[in-house]
């Protein structure tokens, strides 16, 4: 049972514009959301979080959007930078569960 | 990922050994998890720790599998008598608090690899 989906496995995109990576959820009791970028033989990086309490968080470079009604949400860098190539990861949380449920992520190869 | 100390890096094991994967948080997080990641897969959650008690390990295979976080020392996460199977990346992660909107940050990973 698939809770957080990442659909594209993969995303190409030229060094400048916007990267928009998408992550859907099922379970309607998540609250706390996260975005993680990984690279090969590292750990996962957290990048950028939202609460279901709100729709937008933005940091820097990223911007995170949340769609509760959808159940959907996206992760939007821009601009793109060649140091952005990575395995990008949502994750989800419920409300006071510790556990994090992961996407299966997406590959993001920013070229220059 | 400063901060969160997982030791090894490589483990190789041969079938029916015990493998023994270690973890130190950040400092001053009293919350570990332990995650796995096969082939070609997204981060499966495993077991979540706070001092000396287990809180949810509904991820843990029932056999062969345990984790503990003692008061004094690293979290271990300990698999006996391996098999081919339990080859992948054990990440673990931890936070300052349960129930506060305070991301999981990881450590790089134990590959076991299981010969």
């Known amino acids: 049972d698939q809770q957080v989906k990442q659909n594209s496995p993969s995303l190409s995109v030229q060094e400048g514009r916007i990267s928009i990576l998408n992550c859907d959820y099922t379970n309607s009791m998540f609250d706390y959301f996260l975005w993680y970028k990984k690279y090969p033989a590292e750990g996962p990086t957290f990048l950028i979080s939202i609460s279901s309490i709100k729709d937008k968080n933005e940091d820097g470079r990223f911007t995170v959007f949340l769609n509760k009604s959808a159940k959907h949400l996206s992760l939007h860098i821009v601009p793109s930078q060649p140091g952005d190539s990575a395995v990008y990861f949502c994750a989800a949380r419920r409300n006071q569960g510790g556990k994090l449920i992961f996407g299966q992520g997406t590959e993001l190869s920013v070229k220059p | 990922n400063a901060g969160v100390m997982q030791n090894p890096r490589h483990l190789v094991r041969r079938r029916g050994q015990e493998a023994r994967l270690r973890c130190s948080p950040m400092?001053?997080?009293?919350?570990v998890y332990w995650y796995r990641q096969l082939p070609e897969e997204g981060l499966k959650f495993m077991v979540y720790l706070q001092k000396e008690n287990i809180i949810d390990e509904s991820g843990m295979p029932k056999e062969r599998f345990s984790a503990e976080f003692p008061k004094e020392g690293p979290s271990i996460l300990r698999i006996q008598q391996v098999v081919r199977g339990d080859s992948a990346a054990y990440f673990c992660?931890?936070?300052?608090?349960?129930?506060?909107?305070?991301?999981?940050?990881f450590g790089d990973g134990t590959r076991l690899s299981i010969l």
């Open positions: 992660a931890s936070s300052g608090y349960r129930d506060n909107n305070q991301p999981q940050h």
């Open positions: 400092k001053g997080h009293s919350h």
